[in-house]
């Protein structure tokens, strides 16, 4: 699987907004129970190898989609355009995802889609 996790934790305005030891960028339904807001969720959607004829696959693509909570707005659009700054020199940004409201919580949502296209050697 592409390093989703390593990209976003290096960059500095990601770490600014998700924190750092642990940066708030969790696997799909890994984020501890009352975590600080704001944080994202990852979960890959599907993967393809790159398949031959006459060897085995050296590259996989990835489709990962990525969802962000938030107490505002605002605070949920700034970890977004930092998160898309972090990821898109290395995967392409497929899908912006809606906004809303999550019932439970009342936490803001947003997210997107990446396509990665990653080395398997």
Not at 10 to 37: E, I, M, Y
Not at 50 to 66: F, H
Request: with cysteine; charged share 20%.
């Amino acid at each position: 699987m592409p390093p989703l996790f390593k990209v976003c934790a290096a960059d500095a305005g990601v770490t600014a907004l998700l924190g750092v030891s642990p940066t708030r960028l969790f696997p799909f339904d890994d984020a501890p129970q009352n975590v600080a807001k704001p944080y994202a969720v990852f979960q890959v959607l599907n993967g393809l190898p790159e398949n031959y004829l006459d060897e085995p696959p050296d590259i996989d693509e990835w489709n990962i989609q990525v969802d962000i909570y938030a107490d505002s707005v605002k605070s949920a659009t700034e970890v977004l355009r930092a998160l898309r700054r972090a990821l898109e020199p290395h995967c392409y940004i497929t899908r912006l995802g809606r906004t809303g409201t999550e019932p439970r919580t009342q936490l803001k949502t947003t997210g997107f889609d990446v396509s990665w296209s990653y080395t398997t050697q």
